[in-house]
């Protein structure tokens, strides 16, 4: 079975029994599938959880835009792309914030690259030598703590083996679209010393035409690269050193007017400039003992973050003020230019059972520290929140203990359980000078902290009825820490920001995963979430004033992959979500920003599906050297509303992605059209009057050609 097939995750046996030596007397050699996103491998049959894989198939090198394809290949997960960096997220199963993200670490989806998280700052950056991504869909705080409130995703690098590889990657196409990527891996020290580098350039010169100051705005322009040793000086001892670097600019455009004939144009009166630099270090220690395995995780990241925007668009605020869009072109007013950075340290020390144990277990100390400082130079005509200068620092701190254990019970029962408990400490000092704006104050000051003390966990029954079908049930309890807002929306007014409050859920989930043929794997769940004071954030728009308030609200829902092999060379996947989600016990606070009883929650989507062929074969029975592969990636995202108040509800969207290649040897031809309908799915909107909508749009067609040559 091709990697592709890999697309969902299902059973897969091996050459041993999978819960005690005794539940079959032999098995079916097949591909293992391995998870490790709970800090420890796992055949994915044992896994209490639904639990997705993509290949990098799925989420190509050449993607420009990770996070949503990511989002896209697991249903039920939906990415929020607000343009701006550190300003978008990802919702799953209906559990998210209600709003936009109140500071960095208001994510309930964990991102993480091999098992070290990162930020909403770090999210969607370049994804660099992967050998698969792990989506695990429910809480998963007992091994990722407070940011896996929905689920967790785990990106997962080609492991440095020393395995030698010299490649070169290329390609080019319409609107400026280039690509050049360059790896090489091998031994350094024959079994010793290991070393693996990729680097990578990239440009998309976009496709969103500027009415004002002409070209197109939606441009991208990418350089990333990373570099990673492996010391193996024993079979006991292995230490993993990475370095990363990556730059990710883009051109996306804020507040364009979702009713404008030829939707998506541009009136901005400057060229948009979003930049994010990363920079990442991580050293990972291994040393295994009789009695268990020791891991040390230790890793630093730098994130900048920097924007350059024109929040009044021309053509919006033209239709909304009922004048000509020429009135708002002034490059010099109405600019917000945002500086931000932010330092993340994450230590980790922890303990596996070794394979032969009767239990897998792992135990395990976390510590988190981010220093985000925010830097907001404002001016605008219109509204005082928007005006003037902002220096705020937030700082923010985890420490935690956790354990996760699965014993057998007899020879068809499994039970699993884990228990994580934290404290989380954030400081924040905000300092706001004005710019003169009528209404605000001269200048304000504010300090002060939030902290909190919890327990997330989990428990689940499993029962394997044969060695390839297993159904099992589930209870997890998640949480997501409370804040304060980094912008500190109502220093303008001299009032100080007061803290938001921890969001917390409890999770029942029922599932089955099985193996109905060696060539086709199933797997089905039903879920329902229970969450407390969801982080509801929301604006006036009249004053454009921010303001928040703690939400309840509920989802539940089915969801169900597969995978196939119809026939020789010919491999399918597929998936979907229904979700249903609503608002429950509504407050005062919250009925300010529209909120109702009943009403949805915001960004998920009610349906979601993909569904993926590829197709290999032999080209020398046709008289052509070589082998062709062709696939084709259909995914689905359904209605959904922008807000608490369910005021706009977009559009459903179809993505269709096309690739074709030709192989001889180490030589790689290839022709690829991402998004070839050219939809234009509207990522977020809001009704400024009726007829007039603020909206944030998704990229269009990008289509080339390309070529892939090894030594």
């Known amino acids: 079975m091709s990697g592709v097939a890999l ?43 639904t639990t997705i894989v993509l290949t990098p198939e799925q989420v190509p090198q050449q993607s420009l835009d990770p996070a949503a394809e990511i989002a896209r290949e697991t249903p039920g997960t939906n990415f929020v792309d607000y343009g701006r960096f550190g300003e978008s997220y990802l919702t799953m199963r209906g559990v998210a914030t209600l709003g936009p993200a109140l500071n960095s670490l208001d994510n309930t989806v964990g991102f993480s690259v091999d098992g070290v998280p990162t930020s909403l700052f770090g999210l969607n950056a370049p994804l660099l030598d992967v050998e698969r991504i792990e989506v695990l869909e429910g809480p998963q705080g007992t091994t ?106 883009n051109s996306d455009p804020s507040n364009i007017l979702l009713e404008v004939p030829d939707f998506p144009l541009s009136g901005a009166d ?17 040393k295994e003992f009789d009695f268990a395995t020791f891991t040390s995780v230790t890793s630093f990241q730098n994130i900048r973050v920097n924007s350059d925007n024109d929040f ?24 917000m230019r945002f500086r931000d950075s932010e330092n993340i340290f994450n230590q980790e020390f922890r303990l596996n059972s070794q394979d032969d144990s009767p239990w897998d277990w792992v135990i395990g100390a976390n510590y988190f520290r981010s220093d985000l400082s925010v830097h907001h130079d404002m001016e605008t005509d219109y509204w005082p929140t928007l005006n003037g200068v902002i220096d705020n620092d937030v700082t923010s701190q985890t420490i935690a203990v956790f354990g996760d254990v699965s014993v057998p019970l007899g020879q068809k029962w499994e039970v ?40 997330t966990g989990r428990m689940a029954l499993s029962y394997f009825w044969t060695d390839t079908i297993m159904s099992y049930a589930s209870v997890a309890r998640g949480y997501s820490s409370g804040g304060f807002m980094s912008t500190t929306p109502y220093a303008p007014y001299g009032i100080a920001t007061t803290a938001f409050q921890p969001a917390t859920s409890w999770t029942y989930e029922v599932g ?25 954030s929301a604006f006036d728009v009249s004053t454009l004033s921010v303001y928040f308030a703690s939400q309840d609200y509920q989802s539940y829902g089915f969801q169900a992959n597969a995978t196939a092999t119809l026939m020789d060379g010919l491999d399918l996947t597929g998936g979907f979500s229904i979700i249903q989600s609503e608002l429950v016990n509504v407050t005062t606070e919250s009925a300010a920003s529209g909120a109702v009883d009943g009403n949805k929650a915001p960004q998920v989507p009610a349906f979601a599906a993909t569904v993926g062929l590829s197709y290999f074969f032999d080209a020398e029975q046709y008289g052509i050297p070589g082998a062709f592969s062709a696939s084709a990636n259909y995914q689905y995202v359904g209605t959904r509303y922008s807000d608490v108040s369910n005021s706009v509800e977009l559009e459903a969207y179809h993505i269709v992605n096309l690739r074709l290649d030709w192989q001889k040897d180490n030589f790689d031809v290839y022709a690829f059209a991402n998004n070839v309908l050219d939809e234009r799915p509207v990522t977020y909107a809001a009704e400024l009057t009726p007829g007039v909508s603020a909206a944030y749009v998704g990229r269009g067609r990008v289509m080339g050609v390309g070529m892939s040559v090894e030594w």
């Open 7 to 49: 697309n969902m995750i299902f059973f897969a046996g091996g050459t041993e029994p999978l819960l005690a030596q005794d539940i079959v007397e032999e098995t079916t050699v097949l591909d293992t599938i391995v998870i490790t996103s709970r800090k420890r491998e796992e055949a994915d049959v044992t896994l209490p959880v």
């Open 144 to 249: 990722f703590g407070r940011n896996a409130l929905a689920g967790s995703i785990n990106v997962v690098s080609t492991p440095v083996d020393g395995e030698r590889q010299i490649k070169l990657d290329a390609g080019i196409g319409p609107e400026g679209y280039g690509f050049v990527q360059g790896t090489l891996g091998g031994w350094i020290a024959p079994g010793v010393v290991a070393g693996r580098g990729v680097i990578r350039f990239e440009n998309f010169d976009g496709d969103i035409p500027n009415v004002i100051i002409g070209g197109n705005d939606g441009g991208a322009r990418i350089g990333a690269a990373r570099g990673a040793l492996r010391f193996t000086p024993d079979d006991t001892l292995t230490i993993d050193l990475t370095a990363s670097y990556s730059h990710n600019e």
């Open 270 to 286: 400057i060229r948009p400039f979003n930049e994010q630099d990363i920079a990442t270090g991580t050293a990972t220690i291994t």
């Open 312 to 335: 009044s668009d021309s053509l919006l605020y033209g239709a909304y003020f009922g004048v000509p869009p020429s009135y708002f072109d002034n490059p010099a007013s109405d600019n």
């Open 416 to 455: 699993s359980a884990g228990l994580r408990l934290a404290h989380d400490r954030q400081e924040l000092k905000g300092d706001y000078v004005s710019n003169g704006f009528p209404g605000t104050i001269p200048q304000f000051s504010q300090e002060d902290s939030f902290s909190d003390t919890y327990l």
């Open 512 to 536: 089955a995963k099985a193996e109905v043929t060696p060539d086709v794997r199933l797997d089905a769940s039903l879920f329902f979430n229970d969450v407390k004071d969801g982080q509801l």
